[in-house]
């Protein structure tokens, strides 16, 4: 009598390799694995002041990754205004730019907003229009500062539960069975067909 051989799990780590006064930190962007929620925006949000008769305007969208991070900002900057600052957080990965205001007092007041908000996988421009009066250091940098979290504050948030990969290695006559049971509907799934062997990986993504 033949023995049907129940599905396998497998370890998803064994099935899945795994400019201007800019800062960066040389880290990778976790996010898409990690299995901790974390809060996000649920959309754009945006916010302007006038300091000094200086113009700023916080724009702040959620990012997947870098790739989606650089069109967002190639999507809002201004190049008519003085100066497109911005930073992002990708998980433990974020970068930081002045865009040509003194070194420390644009960007990093953006990235330090961000932190505080608790908000990851997010990203802040703050355009400026110079008003003809300089605001000095300090100033630049409670005004990117303040206007980025002021944004943040008012951005509407949702916490995401990041899906883990699981891996099943299935005979060919029990794909049917498997493809039946009820938690297959809820989640996506890839098959990959094994060389060595009569049987079929499928890779499903879970909470």
């Given at each position: 009598?033949?023995?049907?051989?129940?599905?396998?799990?497998?370890?998803?780590?064994?099935?899945?390799?795994?400019?201007?006064?800019?800062?960066?930190?040389?880290l990778?962007?976790?996010?898409s694995?990690?299995?901790?929620?974390?809060?996000?925006?649920?959309?754009?949000?945006?916010?302007?002041r006038?300091?000094?008769?200086?113009?700023?305007?916080?724009?702040?969208?959620?990012?997947?990754?870098?790739?989606?991070?650089?069109?967002?900002?190639?999507?809002?900057?201004?190049?008519?205004?003085?100066?497109?600052?911005?930073?992002?957080?990708?998980?433990?990965?974020?970068?930081?730019?002045?865009?040509?205001?003194?070194?420390?007092?644009?960007?990093?007041?953006?990235?330090?907003?961000?932190?505080?908000?608790?908000i990851?996988?997010?990203?802040?421009?703050?355009?400026?229009?110079?008003?003809?009066?300089?605001?000095?250091?300090?100033?630049?940098?409670?005004?990117?500062?303040?206007?980025?979290?002021?944004?943040l504050?008012?951005?509407?948030?949702?916490?995401?539960?990041?899906?883990?990969?699981?891996?099943?290695?299935?005979?060919?006559?029990?794909?049917?069975?498997?493809?039946?049971?009820?938690?297959?509907?809820?989640?996506s799934?890839?098959?990959?067909?094994?060389?060595t062997?009569?049987?079929?990986?499928?890779?499903?993504?879970?909470?």
């Amino acid at each position: 009598m033949a023995v049907r051989v129940p599905p396998r799990l497998c370890s998803a780590s064994l099935l899945l390799s795994a400019s201007r006064s800019e800062t960066s930190a040389a880290l990778p962007a976790v996010r898409s694995m990690s299995p901790s929620p974390y809060t996000t925006l649920r959309e754009r949000a945006s916010c302007e002041r006038e300091i000094k008769r200086s113009r700023f305007i916080a724009i702040a969208a959620p990012v997947s990754d870098e790739r989606s991070a650089h069109s967002f900002l190639a999507e809002v900057r201004d190049p008519r205004a003085t100066h497109n600052c911005w930073a992002y957080k990708l998980g433990e990965q974020f970068r930081c730019n002045d865009d040509g205001e003194p070194s420390g007092t644009a960007g990093k007041p953006i990235y330090s907003a961000i932190v505080s908000s608790g908000i990851d996988m997010v990203m802040v421009v703050v355009i400026r229009y110079f008003g003809g009066i300089k605001l000095g250091t300090g100033g630049l940098v409670r005004a990117y500062g303040g206007v980025a979290s002021e944004c943040l504050k008012g951005a509407s948030t949702c916490i995401v539960k990041p899906k883990a990969p699981l891996g099943m290695e299935v005979p060919f006559d029990l794909l049917g069975t498997v493809y039946h049971q009820n938690w297959m509907l809820y989640h996506s799934y890839n098959l990959f067909k094994l060389r060595t062997s009569n049987r079929t990986m499928i890779l499903v993504k879970m909470v």
